[in-house]
């Protein structure tokens, strides 16, 4: 279902939160669930995926994450302040050690010349830190194309967390 190197970083994702004995939640917009798709491949993952929440809608950010409206309306939903809102409330609304969140703009459309197809905002969250956030360009390289490489960045992100 999923490319064998997504398979291969998603295995090694499992492993390490293993072996730290922590808890991994997402929240998921140009995704969709991608993450915790990826991730639930792999045989055993129940031990370190607590849960996944796919809010593609602003009324899933407010009502799952507990996002504010006005913070939304200020800086859209394709933002670093919503990402990083969306990877505390994740946090917070979840029995996890640690959270990542996406929100982008996936294509074809949609886009604008401030926040093109192809721009996707991460961020990671842990207890007692501020989130962290990534920023990424892409392109409009394609919708399919746009949300895998958006999960191999959380990804990323997630071993980089891991790793510090």
Same mark, same amino acid.
């Given at each position: 279902?999923?490319?064998?190197?997504?398979?291969?970083?998603? %295995?090694?994702?499992?492993? $390490?939160?293993?072996?730290?004995?922590?808890?991994? /939640?997402?929240? @998921?917009?140009? +995704?969709?669930?991608?993450?915790?798709?990826?991730? +639930?491949?792999?045989?055993?993952? %129940?031990?370190?995926?607590?849960?996944?929440?796919?809010?593609?809608?602003?009324?899933?950010?407010?009502?799952?994450?507990?996002?504010? !409206?006005?913070?939304? +309306?200020?800086?859209?939903?394709? %933002?670093? @302040?919503?990402?990083?809102?969306?990877? &505390?409330?994740?946090?917070?609304?979840? /029995?996890?050690?640690?959270?990542?969140?996406?929100?982008?703009? &996936?294509?074809?459309?949609?886009? +604008?010349?401030?926040?093109?197809?192809?721009?996707? =905002?991460? #961020?990671? &969250?842990? %207890?007692? /830190?501020?989130?962290? =956030?990534?920023?990424?360009?892409?392109?409009?390289?394609?919708?399919?194309?746009?949300?895998?490489? /958006?999960?191999?960045?959380?990804? #990323?992100?997630?071993? $980089?967390? !891991? &790793?510090?």
């Amino acid at each position: 279902m999923f490319p064998a190197d997504l398979i291969e970083d998603a %295995s090694r994702l499992v492993a $390490d939160l293993r072996a730290r004995g922590l808890r991994l /939640a997402a929240a @998921e917009s140009c +995704t969709g669930g991608l993450i915790v798709g990826a991730l +639930t491949e792999i045989p055993g993952a %129940s031990d370190v995926v607590e849960r996944g929440f796919v809010t593609y809608s602003n009324a899933a950010k407010i009502g799952m994450l507990g996002l504010d !409206l006005e913070l939304i +309306t200020r800086h859209g939903a394709v %933002s670093a @302040e919503v990402a990083c809102a969306m990877a &505390a409330g994740a946090l917070r609304s979840a /029995a996890a050690d640690v959270a990542v969140a996406v929100t982008g703009v &996936a294509g074809p459309g949609g886009g +604008t010349l401030a926040k093109p197809v192809g721009l996707v =905002h991460f #961020a990671l &969250a842990r %207890s007692g /830190a501020e989130p962290r =956030h990534r920023e990424r360009r892409f392109g409009d390289i394609g919708r399919g194309p746009v949300r895998l490489a /958006a999960v191999r960045e959380a990804f #990323a992100l997630i071993a $980089d967390e !891991l &790793a510090s």
